[in-house]
């Protein structure tokens, strides 16, 4: 039996809810960190970061583990010069493009990343993508797109690159208008074994399936108006506004993560595909069953634990309404960078009513709330972790959270697991 708490039909949850609105300093990463699953999703692309020695230090600490594989990103380091030598700039890029594309000939797609140095502001990336499409067409394409701390935030950087990466999808066929067949899209980075699993689902049910971004260049996704996208991830505002240009329709659905997500993300798809109720249960009951299983002994650990989140990722309204639903748990602060109300309509519904959402951060004030609230775990970034764990409040950073595979029926406990571990530890080291 499903252990989801269920929603009464009269309550909107926090459909309605009036976040407290912060807009003071903020402790998280820029959208570079986006280069660290999204070189990995996409084999023959290289990230060329256009940027300063911080820059370099960033994605390759946050890139340690990666520090023996044949890389597919770098930084191309343009600070330490004055404004005199921007054409220089331009000129070095090109050398620097050159050699690589040169010792690489794997590179199919290249992109070039702004930072926010203000030599690199001032250069003009696009114009800088353009020249190189010139010179190194038909073998490379190569996209621009800004990771900088002033205009992104940790996940944005993902957002950024795929919207980067809409207009180049070819058209579907020229006949395929909203009323002909439809053809379903599943838009934001999947590890490589969650999206194998949702396409065999998918599959199951008789739902064709593309994924955006491909695993390759080569194989982008067709758009048109037959378009149908389901969001695996939930801080992709721009590129789902570029494929709703290109006459792609969105399928509202809360986000796969836990049983219950996933199963109602399935069903956005199963209903605007027609998909019979029979076959649909015959294809997710196995999986489903598993996963409730499973997560059942982790609520055991998790039941009634308090918990706050600060704002990192965007995956932490989707990530509350798993741990409230499905753990038990109970939301003491729901921060998020940024409250996408349409994207997040279905998770809002159901949040409980009354929940304290809080959007942007003023970062001293949250982390006076935190403390005061003394919550049994507390989700936050790197900068902040350390600091709460000398007062004594168990943490667990935001960022393991958008490196592991999360998403589906297969990695709900293991997500479970990710909330449950640093309270065993507390437990140990107070044992
Ligand atoms: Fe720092 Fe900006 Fe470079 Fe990010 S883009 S590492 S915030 S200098």
Redesign the pocket.
Known sequence: MSTVIPIRAETAGCTDVVPLVERGQREV?????GIIWLHRKIQDAFFL?V??R??A???QSAAGVMIFAEPRFGTAIIDERDLAGLADVHEELDRVVGQLLARRPDIRLLFLV????SE?IKLDLSRAAERQNRIHHPAVRVLNYS????ETTFTQGEDACLAAMVPTLPASAPDASANSAPALMVVGTLADVVEDQMRSLLERMGVQVSFFPPRHSQAMPAVGANTRFLLAQPFLADTARALQSRGAQHLAAPFPLGVEGTTAWLQAAATEFGVAPEVFEQATAAPRQRAEKALAMQREMLQDQRIFFFPDSQLEIPLARFVHRELGMQLVEVGTPYLHRQHMAAELALLPAGTRISEGQDVERQLDRCVADAPDLVVCGLGLANPLEAQGITTKWAIELVFTPIQGYEQAADLAGLFSRPLKRRLKLAA
Not at 114 to 117: A, K, Q
Not at 147 to 150: K, L, N, V
């Open positions: 990463f820029c959208g570079l960190t970061v940027g300063s911080t820059c230090h960033l994605i702004g930072s926010c140095p690199v990771g900088s701390g002033i």
